[in-house]
């Protein structure tokens, strides 16, 4: 069956820097993009990026460019976010969530992974 | 970017109840909507992809309807396992945006 595993919850100090990790399974890795979700506390969803599973290439959505990084190993099927420079707005739950095309929608998505940055 | 709007931001119901929850896209998308369940401490769970094609599993009493920009979610006969948010999103231009979502309360 298809899963996402994300790393656990994450407490951080501003300016430090964090890697969530997204493990997927039951699936081919590479025939899937990879999405990258925001949920900032009790707000709504705010979507961040993908990442092409096939070559390796991220687009960023506005206001999600310069601190934060996508990247993959294949070779562990895992995809990657990293934020560096964090700040205290970047506390947030953080998803990822598969994409087949976009008429499919975003089929399957990890747990989530909360990242707390204390100032 | 493409504005998502939802409507109500929250309701109140019954179990029984018919439920219906409105999205509004700020230009056309065709049918490159999809929609979402997310309950409380949970990620968000595809319901309905290309406005109103049920995903797997997806209970019947769910459906989507609509095209262009104006697209609905009914849910038929509300169940105790329904109350929860729910979204919107466009898939047609990138950044895929999302509504601000819609509370569906127990009366």
């Known amino acids: 069956q298809v899963q996402l595993v994300q790393s656990g919850s994450e407490l951080k100090k501003a300016g430090a820097s964090v890697k969530v990790s997204c493990k997927a399974s039951?699936?081919?890795?590479?025939?899937?993009?990879m999405n990258w979700v925001r949920q900032a506390p009790g707000q709504g969803l705010e979507w961040m990026g993908w990442i092409d599973t096939n070559t390796g290439n991220p687009t960023y959505a506005q206001g999600f460019t310069g601190r934060f990084v996508f990247s993959l190993d294949t070779s562990v099927t895992t995809a990657y976010l990293q934020i560096s420079s964090l700040e205290a707005e970047d506390t947030a739950m953080y998803y990822c969530a598969r994409e087949d095309s976009p008429v499919y929608g975003l089929d399957y998505w990890g747990q989530g992974s909360l990242v707390t940055v204390s100032s | 970017d493409i504005q998502m709007t939802q409507s109500p931001s929250s309701l109140s119901a019954s179990v029984g109840d018919r439920v219906t929850i409105s999205c509004r896209a700020s230009?056309?998308?065709?049918?490159?909507l999809n929609w979402y369940q997310q309950k409380p401490g949970k990620a968000p769970k595809l319901l309905i992809y290309a406005a109103s094609t049920l995903e797997s599993v997806v209970p019947s009493r769910f459906s989507g309807s609509g095209s262009g920009t104006d697209f609905t979610l009914t849910i038929s006969s509300l169940q105790p396992e329904d109350f929860a948010t729910y979204y919107c999103q466009q898939s047609y231009i990138t950044p895929w945006t999302f509504g601000q979502g819609t509370n569906v309360e127990i009366k």
């Open positions: 039951g699936y081919t890795f590479t025939s899937y993009v």
């Open positions: 230009q056309t998308i065709a049918t490159y």
